[in-house]
C-alpha cells in the first residue's frame, strides 16, 4: 500500500539528515506503532506520510504511484486522514459539525449523514449533550476522542495518529486502540500511530522504533 523508497529529509544541511535513505513498506488492514525518545523525528515523519511536508530525497508511494504525482492536496483529501496531537478541531464547531464538515471536504460517501457523525461519536463515549456543545467547552480528553472520531468517519485508506491517546485515562485508551483495530482489520486500512505508551504499541500488529534517523522493526509478523 505505502512504500518508502530512499527517503531523505533534513532542515539546514544534508550533512545534518534527520533521514537518511529510509525504506520501509506499510500494508492495508495492519496497524503500526512508531516508538521513540522525544526528538528523533517520530513527528516529522508522520507528517511526510501525511503529505504535509515533503521528503527532501527518495519518495513516498501510494500503491505505486509518487504522491507527487497523485497530488498532495488530492492525497490529503480522499487518501489519508490525520489525529493530530493538538486536535485541530474547528473551536467554533460542535463535534457533530466538526464531523459533518469533515465529510463535506473529503467528499465522502456519508457526506451530510448526521446519524453517522452521531454514531462515530457515540461509540467513542459522547454524550447526545456533548456532541452539541462547542468543542471549545468539552475537556481535553473529549476533545481528543472528537479528533479520533472525526479521522475515523472519512472515507481515506490511510490513517495517522500523533499521540491519540495521550489524554484519554486507561478505559478510553484501550477502546480507542480498539477501534483503530477494527477499522484497520474489518475495513482494510492502514493505520499509523506515534505514540509513548508501550500498552498502545503492544497492542498495534507492528512495531517500528526511530533512533538516530533509522528504524528498526520491534515487533514484526512472520
Known amino acids: 500500500m505505502l512504500e518508502i523508497k530512499s527517503l531523505g529529509y533534513w532542515y539546514q544541511s544534508p550533512d545534518e539528515s534527520l533521514f537518511n535513505d529510509v525504506n520501509l513498506k506499510f500494508e492495508a488492514d495492519q496497524t503500526y506503532a512508531i516508538i521513540g525518545s522525544s526528538g528523533a523525528g517520530k513527528t516529522t515523519f508522520l507528517s511526510l506520510l501525511a503529505g504535509l511536508d515533503q521528503p527532501k530525497a527518495g ?4 500503491d505505486g ?3 507527487t504525482q497523485i497530488g498532495l492536496t488530492a492525497y490529503r483529501r480522499h487518501q489519508v486522514t490525520t489525529v493530530f496531537q493538538s486536535y485541530n478541531l474547528l473551536p467554533y464547531m460542535s463535534p457533530i459539525n466538526n464531523l459533518l464538515t469533515a465529510l463535506a471536504i473529503t467528499e465522502s460517501q456519508h457526506k ?3 446519524a453517522y ?8 463515549g459522547l454524550t447526545d449533550d456533548q456532541m452539541t456543545q462547542n468543542v471549545q467547552h468539552l475537556s481535553g480528553g473529549q476533545q481528543q476522542r472528537v479528533a479520533i472520531a472525526r479521522s475515523m468517519c472519512c472515507d481515506a485508506r490511510l490513517v495517522v495518529a500523533d499521540e491519540p491517546t495521550g ?5 478510553n485508551t484501550e477502546a480507542i486502540i480498539a477501534l483503530f483495530q477494527k477499522i484497520a482489520h474489518e475495513q482494510h ?3 499509523i500511530i506515534v505514540t509513548h505508551e508501550a500498552n498502545v504499541a503492544a497492542a498495534c500488529d507492528q512495531t517500528l522504533k526511530l533512533s538516530n534517523g533509522e528504524f528498526e522493526w520491534v515487533t514484526q509478523p512472520a
Not at 519518495?59 to 501510494?62: A, P
Not at 489524554?167 to 478505559?171: A, H, P, Q, R, S
Request: aromatic residues 0%; contains cysteine.
Open 59 to 62: 519518495e513516498i508511494l501510494l
Open 65 to 67: 504511484q509518487a504522491l
Open 112 to 114: 451530510g449523514d448526521v
Open 117 to 124: 457523525a452521531k454514531q462515530q461519536l457515540q461509540q467513542l
Open 167 to 171: 489524554n484519554l485515562d486507561e478505559t
Open 189 to 191: 486500512k492502514c493505520v
